[in-house]
DNA sequence: CAGGGTTATGAACATCGTTCAAAAAAAGCT
DNA sequence: AGCTTTTTTTGAACGATGTTCATAACCCTG
């Protein structure tokens, strides 16, 4: 999950090549988490780097590799929120059931919790679109199907008889739900809830549907 | 919900001027479709206008304001998509419960259906983001505020007793979700569904929630 | 057609990301 | 150490981009 440096690169990197890219890394992400995806400039980094414009490009190719290395941080770190949610999750005293849905409702809101607290970098990691024509790095694509997991397995404990594939997609499914809740509702859009209520949404939604899937798999798949 | 042109300006409008800023108004829209909000540059607008670049600024204060004015028109039209969807939805030989369910996911379809139609122009509604410090005029969140409508009102068949204020925080919600859904999904983005599962798994999705909203208010609504 | 107000023009400015010849630094070699 | 070769860093320069504004063109009215 980590950043893996790419080994062309890295036979011939020096120490103190690598400290520079993480310098340049972190500069990143403070620009981000400051001002979002625009705020990142090659001359500010530039500047708070100490360096010229120029030694950025032999650090990085883009500005894009850029976005996509402090999104693999930002991911790592959302990976663990979600993991030590799902964990965490209290099902004390009720059947598997119950104690499923809250792993679900575990999960969401930490999602919500992670969203709201780095909400810049979170956001950085969808409103960033790589050009059309350059495909995404193989360690990107690793980092992000490793994030609905932590919906996949308590869906699992939640619906036994459903067949992988079609949990996965209700798991991808589910996500996208809770994040178009988050997506909207902190951007302050005005089709979306506001923000004093977005867990309480969440969790009512997440409920809701559980609810709603559990009963339907009761009485027999149809579709 | 259409455009009403500012009042100042509309004084000294010429049949000439009003001609123009539609042709400008067009063309963004067709820049937009095509490419995206990236898409939209004053030169290339000046370019299929047959004028300099300084007219732009004659017909329209920013970019920013021709974005929100093609927003307008994407949304009055999504807004009729929605509403015949609502007025379309077939409720015959079933009770008012499964009629107000399939209302909804009617709804909810017509939403994915025009998504995916008009991908280009739905996304620049959200993708776009005034600068903090200028505020939407006012036509501008008319028009957003009209959408949720399509959603509440159905939500009002299948839960009579909910009061209004809950009632708009889950028609939010609802939207929210099913907007998540469509959003990661449309992206390509790898934690999202699969283009091809897009409509079943919208129309999934918002019936187990209503059945587990309607669940959960039969028993007694607790929070 | 002369004068005045309105509108269009496009060169100019500031700000981006990115490049690249040249300078500086480092490493190798005798 | 001194010279050569390789590597790294530099920052001016390039091409886009949104936006402005003095100037020119236009149009209407008297």
């Known amino acids: 999950m980590f950043i893996t440096l790419d080994p062309i690169s ?21 620009a981000i988490a400051g001002g979002g995806l625009g705020a990142l400039k090659a001359r500010d980094l530039a500047a708070t780097l100490g360096c010229a414009v120029g030694a950025i ?13 402090v999104g693999s941080r930002t991911l790592a770190r959302l990976d663990a929120a979600l993991a030590a949610a799902d964990a965490g999750a209290d ?82 499914s589910l996500f996208s739900a809770v994040h178009g809740i988050l997506a909207l509702g902190l951007e302050g859009k005005l089709v979306a809830v506001p923000q004093a209520h977005l867990e309480a949404q969440i969790a009512l939604v997440v409920r809701a549907a559980c609810r709603g899937l559990v009963a339907e798999q009761a009485e027999g798949p149809p579709s």
Chains 1, 2 share one sequence.
């Open 10 to 30: 890295m036979a011939k990197d020096t120490q103190r090549r690598t400290e520079q890219r993480a310098a340049l890394i972190a500069a990143a992400e403070a």
């Open 91 to 172: 099902g004390a005293g009720t059947d598997g059931t119950e104690a499923a849905v809250r792993r679900l409702e575990a999960v969401a809101l930490a999602y919500a919790r992670f969203a709201h607290a780095e909400t810049a970098l979170w956001r950085a990691l969808f409103e960033f679109r790589m050009a059309p024509e350059k495909a995404l790095p193989d360690w990107s694509v690793a980092d992000q199907i490793g994030l609905f997991v932590h919906v996949d397995a308590p869906l699992a404990a939640l619906l036994p008889g459903l067949d992988p594939e079609r949990r996965g997609l209700l798991a991808r």
């Open 57 to 69: 490009y032999t650090l990085v190719a883009d500005l894009d590799e850029l976005v996509l290395l």
